[in-house]
């Protein structure tokens, strides 16, 4: 068996039987397909089927020469992934992947905005350029319902549920959750929804909530660039994504002593280990006011 079908074959089991999200299936494809590179460029006659221990040992020195942990890492947990599929299929009696460890990885908190800063990086967002309005809503509702930006650019006006105060989220692997939403950022939408009646939408996009110039569907990178601008614009020197948003709108509840599962079901996270992370941000957040404010810390 060539890599190429390979590939396909394990694209399809995760698309099929795992039920994975489109963008984690091309990273999956992604991360494999830098192993294939690798070994037709250096040992062209090797195959998923005869690819040795040896030779992947080779590829992940090299790689880690190249990437940082946390990517060395989730390249070599999607092989693993894929040679498990290898060996459960029958296509090969051993898993060459067995015996390879992940780097160790130094914890770290992604990068969160205070209530100030949120407000700052909103009211960033130009005034004068086309579609201001529509920016400064998907700003709003990547913090106020804290939602992925894979999320936010698929919502529809069917998910919208303004009367119950709910919004509908089709999650990973298209797991769906219920999200409440703020009557003020649920006031804002319904507006703007009204404003934008008469643009015309491309066949197939006609119930997106936000589209792009041509009435499709935005995508991923043009929600990054509104977002970096508009914190360029606030002067917020954090390195900002719309992850960071997100991230802001967990620590905000956190925080304010919401209920760790609750926010689980909000984020939408299928371990409440990775919203534990949430809780160690607050403790953080907690000793910095201490170190800071208290007469003793110093």
Known sequence: MQWKKAIEEYSFHLRLEQGLSENTIESYQFDVNRL???????????????????????????????????????????????????????????????????????????????????????????????????????????????????????LNKSDLFFEKGLIRIHGKGDKLRWVPIAENTSNLITDFIIKSVTKKAVKGFEDRVFLNNRGKELTRNMVFTIVKKAALSANINKNISPHTLRHSFATHLVENGADIQLVQHMMGHASITTTERYIHMSQRHLKEAITRYHPRAN
């Open 36 to 154: 294939a590179s690798y070994c037709e460029k250096l040992h062209a006659k090797t195959t998923p089927i005869e690819l040795d221990a040896d030779t992947l040992k080779d590829f992940v020195f090299q790689l880690s020469k190249e990437v940082q942990p946390s990517t060395q890492s989730r390249i070599i947990s999607g092989i693993k992934g894929f040679f498990g599929y290898i060996q459960l299929e029958g296509y090969r009696k051993d898993n060459p992947t067995y015996l390879l460890e992940l780097p160790k990885i130094r914890k770290t908190y992604p990068d969160t905005l205070s209530v100030n800063e949120v407000d700052s990086l909103i009211a960033g967002i130009d005034s004068s350029i086309k579609h201001a309005f529509r920016n400064r809503c998907m700003l709003e509702l990547l913090y106020s319902c804290g939602l992925r930006v894979s999320e936010l650019i698929k």
